[in-house]
């Protein structure tokens, strides 16, 4: 077995033979013949993919596996860790996507043989797709006009000319295209024939008569743009000398004279070729996600793999809802150029309309997010993706463009930003942010690399609309006409999400106004009630159309306590707080006295209905005979009766146990544990996934693990069908056998809840299977589901009257404070 084979956890295993992890544990005590681990730990060791898979197909234990659960489990155990293999599976979708007929003949033979040609294959699309060239609908070799009036030929030949392409595997007598620095040059053999090999191929062996791609002595094109494979680094350690003026910049021509003339040249792109050995190890990942693409399509398969990743650690990543980056797209309006400084996994730009001709810019400090975004832009849309490597404040890949659009997610409270350094930049025409002062940093980035008139538009967190330390720069921005537009978010539209974030929408200006107002909108009111998401169709209507008719005129009209046009001079005050909330009167009490008065007879009315379903006196249990009793005002001994637990009901088949947390592809609404134990409608939302979600039927019991309550619902008819969320674990009794409601008011004791839960140092944990329930006739399980059904429907009365006191309670409060109730 290979040192690099593809590993599999434990759990892995389990999903790959269809069963539970304790399974596969009794496996590995008693089958001496299991794969020994080759990796992992003591506690979590990992075993070779090859190996297991042969042993379960021996034992006839492998089930039959999905696809996509393959593809994933290669990419999740790959030696290199699971985001090499993301990027080395992006290249290859991307080849199939462009030049299906390139991957057929090159993934024809062996794994070697496959290894060995695609470098020169992947360059041949890398190349022009990720530098700019030849992109777009229809597009060939092109001339452009850029704001300097110099014409520059966007073509192919400016990288690497199509019409003699260098050989695949050329011997070291010419530079190697895809030569790595440790790794000798794979030989070419007369077997493999060369990847796509231009109408008049040159002799495999043979030395070049022009000089080689990226030769330092080739002057490059006037202001070229900053290909991602257009510079030395791609495939070696010089940075580059290369000239990689946007045709966007507003700077003349003789600017970018000379080779050496910005810092660009340093830049590093965010995909780079990869090579030969490197590649190897991933084959078989490569030729499963091929066998994916052949089903769903190279785009879906990577969004698939990419989506599983996340997912797979959601603690490592900040992500921009899908819901938001729409948002903020809309509200850049529609461009040819588009810039994101800290473009993460490309969210922002992937919401961005297409265009004709558009070009998107993509930067990150972290290689890999750069190169998936790279790859992922590459799949999803025909425009030029100049993708790069670097921190955009410390060593911006792209100082000479000037984008009709900015859409960033930044960083938020970076203290490390580079105040020291950049102490002098001239991007700080608004002011030099202090130390706290990140986003402010990111705010003055943006518009530096915008066009005039162009729109930016960032995501900020709240505090930077009313720090002390800020207020100059907010001022500046206000009175150049630079900002234009606050808006807060509910809570919950992005992450962190237990705070209410801001968007900034900035224009550079082209001219000032002549009575500048700024836009505020308060989207508050539309944060969900549980643990759900906003309701993003109501916010996204509202600031748009907002947006939209204050862009129409300068200024907008009061909206009571959902937008308004501030005139700049009125705030410029002493903190220059630009919160929208403090800014926008609050909305009078819905209805005023009228509706509050509603609200206090619908209490009346269900506190009536409380009095009438309260329950009646208890009935006293027998006592069994005895001569000397406890007397009639001693509380009667619990009656003793055979009891069972969940697990064995569950193992004898009387109720079927399902555990919650898994989306599928159903897009349904999901009952969390909070809805359980607040008693309200599914509010969740879980992410895609290849296992089925559980739905929920009506008569089926619901139980939260977590928390040490003693709760469990009884699902009726306008919960049936929802998704059952995480921490949650779901009954679905024999009818003939078992009563819903006896099984859920039996689950609800504290007793009953005390014996069969555990306890970790934060935490309380209920194993559903020890949970006990007394063995009685059908008959008399229905008469304590009577009665516990009744206490159901006087519990739901009680919550009700008191969401309508807190409503009233609430409504008496705002309208006495903002002059709509009169005290007498």
Known sequence: MHDNATEVTAAGIARLAGVGRAAVSNWRRRHPDFPKPVGGSETSPSFALAEVESWLRAQGKLAEVPLRERVWQQLAGHPEGPLTALVHAGCALLLIHERPTVWLDASAGSDARLAAMLPG???????????????????????????????TALTRSAVNPASTPPPVNASSAAPLVNASPAAPPVSASSAVPPVNPSPTPSPVNAVPTRPPVNAVSTPPPVNASPAVHSTPSVHGSTPSAQATASPHATQPPQANASPQATPAARATPAVRTPTGPQLLPSVPLLRGAAELAAEVGARQAFEFLLGRHLDANPRQYTLTPAELAGLMADLAGPARTVLDPACGTGALLRAVDTRPGQELYAQDSAPDLAALSALRLALHTRAAVRGAVGDSLRADAHPELRAEAVLCHPPFNERNWGHDELAYDPRWEYGFPARTESELAWVQHALARLTDGGTAVLLMPPAAASRRSGRRIRADLL?????????????????????????????????????????????????????????????????????????????????????????????????????????????????????????????????????????????????????????????????????????????????????????????????????????????????????????????????????GGSVARVIDEATAGAALGRNLVLLRPDRAALDPWFLAGFLRGTANNRQASSYASTATRLDVRRLQLPRLPLEEQRRYGARFRALDEFERALRHASRLGEQLVRGMYDGLTDGTVLPG
Do not use: C, K
């Open 479 to 707: 009175r150049r006409g630079a900002l234009r537009a606050v808006v807060a978010l509910p809570v919950g539209a992005a992450p962190p999400y237990n705070i209410p974030l801001h968007l900034w929408v900035l224009r550079r200006p082209d001219r000032t106004p002549a009575a500048p107002e700024v836009l505020l909108v308060d989207t508050g009111r539309f944060a969900a009630g549980g643990r759900g998401g906003p309701d993003w169709a109501a916010v996204r209507e509202a600031v748009v159309d907002a947006w939209r008719a204050f862009g129409r005129a300068g200024r907008l009209a009061e909206r009571p306590g959902l937008a308004r046009s501030v005139p700049v001079i009125a705030l410029l005050g002493d903190d220059v707080d630009l919160a929208p909330a403090r800014h926008l009167p609050p909305p009078a009490v819905a209805g005023g006295a009228a509706h509050l008065a509603e609200v206090r007879e619908r209490l009346g009315e269900t506190l009536r209905l409380s009095a009438g379903l309260t329950p009646p006196p208890a009935d006293r249990a027998p006592s069994g005979p005895s001569s000397s009793g406890p007397s009639s005002s001693d509380p009667a001994p619990a009656a003793r009766r055979p009891v069972t637990t969940i697990g064995e009901l569950a193992r004898g088949g009387a109720l079927v146990l399902r555990t919650g947390g898994n989306g599928g592809h159903a897009r349904v609404p999901v009952l969390t544990d909070h809805d359980v134990l607040a008693g309200t409608g599914p509010s969740g939302m879980l992410p895609e996934s290849e296992e089925e979600a559980v739905l929920t039927e009506t008569g089926d019991i619901v139980v939260p693990v977590l928390g």
């Open 121 to 151: 294959a992947l360059e041949q699309v890398l190349t022009p797709r990720l530098s700019g060239a030849g992109a777009g609908p229809g597009a060939g070799p092109a001339t452009r006009s850029d704001a300097g009036g110099v014409n």
